[in-house]
């Protein structure tokens, strides 16, 4: 068990470029989820991946953002005319989960990826 | 929707110290409650966890009780040491209804922990 892989660790772009992060998960697990985290805030959901699947994605995803996951296992997020106000850490996860709530597995994340927009 | 409303930090105790960081939430349906902790320069980590209602979660020393009739889950810790200087994050999954996926994380803004020696 590698743990939940995030690559690159930073990036710094500049407005109006596109980026792309990727998110190797542990490879066991179905669920795959992306999540955005700025400075003194808690991480906040963006979209979720059942195997290659994408069930839900967030009000905060603006059209510029979107998501892969093609085999059900890494996944990337691109985005596109990037703006200083997506300046953040990117933080993947994942999990087992099953239909018995109580048996999935908690959340594993990675280490994120610091995206600087100047 | 769902939410989670942690104390502001940061937080600053001395070595062996007893911590309390308070944690309350709104939810629907009966959510898992959860405590993840960030080191510095690290990802987040699961700390403890409790499922239902009047469950103790437990790990390093940190406690953490499910109290649905306050809607609480108050992190404590007895003595604290240097090295448990970090953010602390309260959350919760409430499956289909959290807005954050099957077994999705609604969290708090986070408690900067600092154990002085």
């Known amino acids: 068990d590698t743990g939940v892989s995030q690559n690159p660790r930073h990036k710094i772009t500049k407005r109006g470029q596109n980026v792309t992060f990727r998110c190797d998960p542990i490879s066991e697990h179905n669920r795959l989820y992306w999540y955005r985290q700025t400075l003194g805030q808690g991480p906040e959901f963006l979209t979720y991946f059942q195997n290659e699947a994408q069930l839900e994605k967030s009000r905060l995803l603006s059209d510029r953002f979107s998501a892969e996951r093609p085999k059900g296992s890494f996944s990337t997020l691109e985005i596109q005319r990037t703006e200083q106000g997506d300046s953040a850490m990117y933080l993947c996860?994942?999990?087992?989960?099953?239909?018995?709530?109580?048996?999935?597995?908690?959340?594993?994340f990675g280490n994120g990826t610091r995206l600087t927009v100047t | 929707g769902n939410s989670v409303t942690q104390m502001e930090g940061p937080v600053t105790l001395s070595e062996e110290a007893f911590l309390t960081i308070n944690c309350t939430y709104t939810?629907?349906?009966?959510?898992?409650l959860f405590w993840y902790v960030q080191y510095p320069g690290e990802g987040l980590q699961l700390l403890l966890k409790a499922t239902k209602a009047d469950d103790k979660g437990s790990n390093k020393g940190f406690e953490a009780t499910y109290r649905k009739e306050t809607t609480s889950f108050h992190l404590e810790k007895g003595s604290v040491q240097v090295s448990d200087s970090a953010v602390y994050f309260c959350?919760?999954?409430?499956?289909?209804?959290?807005?954050?996926?099957?077994?999705?994380?609604?969290f708090g803004k986070g408690t900067h922990l600092i154990i002085q020696p």
């Open positions: 939810a629907t349906g009966y959510p898992s």
């Open positions: 996860a994942s999990s087992l989960g099953s239909n018995n709530w109580q048996a999935n597995s908690p959340l594993h």
């Open positions: 959350a919760l999954s409430g499956g289909f209804f959290s807005g954050g996926g099957a077994d999705g994380l609604t």
